[in-house]
C-alpha cells in the first residue's frame, strides 16, 4: 500500500479508539458501564446493534460469497424483520420491567439458579468461540494482504479493541459503533460505485446486470423446499426467524445494545431500524460481490485469489503443473472474454436470440474456469499441504489491492479493521458482563459494592479480550468465514432460545424439566451436526440453518414431556 493508505488507514482507526475512551470518560459506575447510562437514543441503539452483526467477516466472505455461488445468501435476511417484531413485542417489555443487566438474569426469576447459569454458560461458550473467529477471520487476511505476521495483525486488532471495551464499557461500544458504521457502509458503497466505473466504456450499468443475471448471480430467491439447501426463502423465513430471535433476543451482546436505551420505545424503534435496513445493507454487500464478478469477466482474474499462497507455488515442487493451470485459465479467460463481448453486443442489438446463446457459452466457458480453479486447488494442497485452498474471503480485498485508486484502499483496509473491532469490541463487553454478573456476583461475591463490580467487570472484559486474542492465534480457516459464524451460532443458539420460549409461553414447565431438556437437546443437536459431516444423516440431512428451529423445538416438547413425567410421578406419590 502507498503511505497515504497508510495515512487513512492508520488515521481512520486512531480516531475511532480515542473517540470510544473520550465519550466513556466517566463510565465508572455498574449502570453506565454495563448499561450505558440508559441514555441511548433509538439511532444510536440501531446503528450499535447493525454494527455488532456486521463483523469484519460481513465484509471480507459476503462479496466472495456472491462472486462464488451468487446473492443466494440474502434469503438468509429474509426472516429478520419478522424476528425483531417478536421480540419487540414479547421480550423487550419482561427485560425492561425487571430492569435487568443480563437477559439470563430473567431465567433464574423464571425457573431456578441452574438454568440461569446453564444458559448464561452455553452464552460463553458460543459467543467465546465467535470473539476468536472476529479476531482471526480479518487478521489471516489482512496479514496475508499486507505482508505482516498472523499473530501481529491478531494481536493489533485485539489491543485497540481491549483499549476503548475495557475503558469505557457499553457506552464506549456504541459510541464508536456509530463511526464504524460510516466507515464501513461508505466504504463499501465507494467501492461498489468504483467497480461499476471499472468496467468497460461500452459496458454500462444495465448489461453488468445481464451479465451478472444470465450467469447465474442474481440468484436472490429460491422457493423449492429443501431441507438440506442452506439458503433459500422457506430456511430462510423458518430457520434464519429462530438464529435471529436466539441472537438478538436471548444472546447477551445484542441484548446490551438495546438495554441501554433511553426507554421502552427509543429501544423498539432501534431493533426495527435494524429489521428494516439490515437486508438493503447485505443486498449491497452481496451485489458489490456479484459485480466483482461481472468485472472479472472483462479482465483477467488469478486462478487462485490468495496473492501469497500463489508466489509460494512459484518456488514449490508443483510450480510447473501449477504454471501449466494457470496458462490454460488464461487461454479460457481469452475465449470467455470474446464471448462475453459478443453477449455484450448482442445485449445492444436487443438481439433475444443471440443473447441466449452467448450466455449458454458464456457458462459453459465459466464451468470450465472454475474446474480449472478446483484444480489448481488440487495442486496447491498436494505441494503446500497446510496452505488453505479455499480462497473465497480473498475475493473482494483481491480486486481492492490490484484495481482500486491510492486513498481508496487504505479507506477499505480501514472498513475491514472496524468492522472487525466494532464486533469483538461488543462481545468482549457481553462476555465481561455475563460473567461478572451471572457468576461471579451471583455465585462468588454477593456483598461487593458498586465499584467493585465495574472493577470486575472491567478485568473480566480483559480476559476475554486476551484469551480472544490467543484463540484466534491457534484458529484454521473454515469453509467459508460467515458459514463458521453463522454454523457456531447454530449448534449452541437454539438451545438457549428454547430455554427462553419456555420461560415466555409454557408455563407450568419447571426448571428442573427445562434444564434436563436443554442438555439433553444441546446433546441432540451436535449429535445431528456429526451425522451431518460424516453423511451419515440419510434421509435427515439438513443445512445447519434449520438446527436453529429443531433445536429450539426440541427444548420446548422434551421440556413438556419431562414436565408431564415428573408431574405424573408427583401425583402418584401424593
Not at 54 to 62: K, Y
Not at 110 to 117: A, E, H, I, S
Not at 149 to 158: A, K, S
Request: with cysteine; net charge neutral; hydrophobic share 50%.
Amino acid at each position: 500500500m502507498s503511505s497515504i493508505d497508510w495515512i487513512v488507514l492508520f488515521g481512520t482507526l486512531i480516531f475511532i479508539v480515542s473517540y470510544g475512551v473520550w465519550k466513556s470518560k466517566g463510565s465508572n459506575s455498574m449502570d453506565s458501564y454495563i448499561r450505558g447510562g440508559n441514555d441511548s437514543k433509538w439511532w444510536t441503539i440501531g446503528l450499535s446493534i447493525m454494527a455488532t452483526q456486521a463483523s469484519a467477516i460481513t465484509f471480507l466472505s459476503t462479496p466472495g460469497q456472491a462472486y462464488t455461488d451468487g446473492m443466494r445468501f440474502i434469503q438468509f435476511y429474509f426472516g429478520l424483520p419478522l424476528a425483531m417484531i417478536i421480540i419487540s413485542v414479547f421480550f423487550l417489555p419482561i427485560y425492561y420491567k425487571l430492569k435487568v443487566y443480563t437477559a439470563y438474569e430473567y431465567l433464574e426469576t423464571r425457573f431456578d439458579v441452574k438454568t440461569r447459569l446453564l444458559a448464561a454458560f452455553i452464552f460463553l461458550v458460543q459467543r467465546g468461540l465467535a470473539a476468536g473467529i472476529t479476531i482471526y477471520a480479518p487478521a489471516i487476511i489482512l496479514s496475508s494482504l499486507l505482508g505482516w505476521r498472523l499473530g501481529y495483525t491478531t494481536t493489533i486488532i485485539g489491543i485497540l479493541v481491549i483499549i476503548y471495551t475495557v475503558s469505557g464499557g457499553t457506552k464506549a461500544v456504541s459510541q464508536t459503533q456509530k463511526q464504524q458504521m460510516a466507515v464501513m457502509m461508505g466504504g463499501m458503497i465507494v467501492a461498489g460505485l468504483l467497480v461499476i466505473y471499472s468496467l468497460p466504456d461500452n459496458v454500462g450499468f444495465v448489461d453488468a446486470l445481464h451479465v451478472a443475471g444470465k450467469m447465474g448471480k442474481l440468484n436472490v430467491v429460491n422457493f423449492e423446499f429443501d431441507l438440506s439447501d442452506r439458503y433459500n426463502f422457506w430456511s430462510g423465513i423458518t430457520g434464519a426467524v429462530f438464529l435471529f430471535l436466539s441472537y438478538f433476543g436471548t444472546d447477551q451482546s445484542q441484548v446490551q445494545r438495546y438495554l441501554s436505551g433511553k426507554s421502552l420505545s427509543e429501544s423498539r424503534l432501534g431493533l426495527m431500524m435494524n429489521g428494516l435496513l439490515k437486508v438493503p445493507m447485505q443486498f449491497v454487500i452481496l451485489f458489490i460481490g456479484a459485480m466483482v464478478f461481472v468485472f472479472y469477466q472483462f479482465n483477467q482474474p488469478p486462478v487462485f485469489f490468495n496473492d501469497t499462497i500463489r508466489t509460494e507455488m512459484a518456488t514449490s515442487e508443483k510450480a510447473a503443473e501449477f504454471e501449466k493451470i494457470e496458462s490454460q485459465y488464461q487461454q479460457s479467460f481469452d475465449d470467455k472474454r470474446l464471448v462475453v463481448d459478443e453477449f455484450v453486443s448482442a445485449i445492444h442489438e436487443g438481439d433475444e436470440n443471440q443473447i441466449d446463446i452467448k450466455a449458454n457459452s458464456l457458462n459453459e466457458l465459466q464451468l470450465k474456469s472454475e474446474e480449472l480453479r478446483s484444480k489448481a486447488k488440487a495442486v496447491i494442497a498436494t505441494a503446500l499441504p497446510d496452505a488453505e485452498t479455499n480462497d473465497k474471503d480473498y475475493i473482494f480485498m483481491n480486486f481492492v489491492m490490484n484495481n482500486l485508486p491510492v486513498g481508496i484502499i487504505g479507506l477499505l483496509f480501514a472498513v475491514i479493521f472496524s468492522a472487525a473491532m466494532s464486533s469483538t469490541s461488543s462481545e468482549l463487553n457481553a462476555l465481561g458482563s455475563t460473567t461478572t454478573i451471572d457468576f461471579y456476583k451471583r455465585k462468588l461475591n454477593q456483598k461487593g459494592s458498586d465499584a467493585h463490580y465495574t472493577k470486575s467487570s472491567k478485568l473480566f472484559t480483559l480476559a476475554w479480550g486476551i484469551l480472544a486474542i490467543i484463540f484466534a492465534s491457534y484458529l484454521s480457516l473454515f469453509e467459508n468465514l460467515i458459514q463458521a459464524v453463522n454454523l457456531i451460532g447454530s449448534l449452541f443458539y437454539p438451545i438457549v432460545l428454547g430455554i427462553f420460549i419456555v420461560a415466555f409461553f409454557v408455563k407450568y414447565v419447571k426448571g428442573n424439566a427445562v434444564f434436563i431438556a436443554a442438555l439433553i437437546s444441546q446433546g441432540l443437536i451436535i449429535y445431528t451436526h456429526y451425522l451431518n459431516v460424516e453423511g451419515a444423516a440419510g434421509l435427515f440431512t439438513m443445512g445447519f440453518l434449520w438446527y436453529n428451529a429443531f433445536g429450539c423445538l426440541l427444548v420446548v416438547f422434551i421440556s413438556c414431556l419431562i414436565q408431564f413425567i415428573l408431574g405424573s410421578s408427583k401425583k402418584k406419590e401424593a
